[in-house]
């Protein structure tokens, strides 16, 4: 049940400004969150930079600020309405401002040339190596039994 509210509080209004039709970016971005916080962490356990559900480092989130999102005049008037202050973006909205830490998640994946995969182990390979990358912690086994746990059978069916 989390896993359907976290999906439409938040990941879903982030996606209605910029990928509505993008059932791909959905799942992607569901899977980061469970992977990366478990869909409950919005502080990186045991310290660290790592903010938001989606776990991003705060040198990332200025990264896609100022490489991306400034560039990009209309997508930069999307990500500052999803924001909930008003003074320039900080990597800190993260922690509780659950729909710009979504877009923020977004706009991270955005910056991949490769298209999102529609099927789920073929999403866990694309977040091990565009998000969590060859020499981070995590697995794409270890994605998908978070998947497993914090989607299924909410939202998708599990995979074996």
């Known amino acids: ?22 059932p791909e970016a959905e799942m992607l971005l569901l899977g980061t969150a469970a992977q990366e916080s478990s869909l409950r962490d919005a502080q990186q ?14 040198a990332t989130h200025d990264d ?21 202050a008003s003074d320039p973006p900080r990597a800190i909205e993260m922690v509780t401002g659950h729909q710009y830490d979504a877009a923020m998640d977004r706009m991270r994946y955005m910056r991949v040339s490769a298209p999102i995969p529609t099927a789920p ?7 091990k190596l565009h998000y969590n990358t060859p020499l981070g912690a995590g697995s794409a086994a270890e994605f998908i039994a978070n998947w497993n746990r914090h989607l299924a059978p909410d939202l998708y069916p599990p995979v074996t």
């Not at 049940?1 to 993008?22: N, W």
């Open 1 to 22: 049940m989390l896993a359907v509210i976290f999906r439409g509080s938040f990941v879903k209004a982030a996606l209605l400004a910029q990928d509505p039709k993008s």
């Open 121 to 127: 182990r073929d999403i866990a390979a694309y977040w």
């Open 45 to 58: 356990i045991g310290g660290g930079p790592a903010l938001g559900y989606f776990q991003m480092e705060p």
């Open 64 to 84: 896609c600020w100022s490489n991306y999102i400034n560039a990009r005049p209309p997508l930069k008037a999307k990500m500052m309405a999803a924001r909930i």
